[in-house]
C-alpha cells in the first residue's frame, strides 16, 4: 500500500520511452530534459517520491539505465523432416 506522504507533487508529466524498469520522460514543474526515473520511484498516480526529487535537484542520480549485456546464442542443431 502506497503511503500519500512519501510522494511530491511533482508527477511524471510526458513518458517518451519505457523499459522494464524505468521511463524516460519530464517531470513536470523540474526537468526540462528528459531523464531516466526508475518505476519504483513512480506512484500509481505518477507522482514522484520525495527524496527522488532532492536527488535530482543535487544532481545525484542516473542519467541512463544500465542495461545488462545479453550474449547472443547460435543455434546449431536443426531437425529436418522429409
Do not use: C
Amino acid at each position: 500500500m502506497e503511503q500519500e506522504e512519501q510522494y511530491s507533487e511533482y508527477k511524471l508529466d510526458f513518458i517518451f520511452a519505457e523499459t522494464r524498469k524505468s521511463y524516460y520522460g519530464i517531470i513536470d514543474g523540474l526537468t526540462i530534459d528528459p531523464k531516466w526515473i526508475p518505476k519504483s520511484m513512480i506512484g500509481k498516480n505518477f507522482r514522484v517520491k520525495k527524496w527522488y526529487i532532492e536527488l535530482i535537484k543535487e544532481g545525484r542520480t542516473l542519467t541512463e539505465p544500465k542495461e545488462k549485456k545479453m550474449k547472443q546464442v547460435k543455434l546449431t542443431n536443426f531437425v529436418t523432416m522429409f
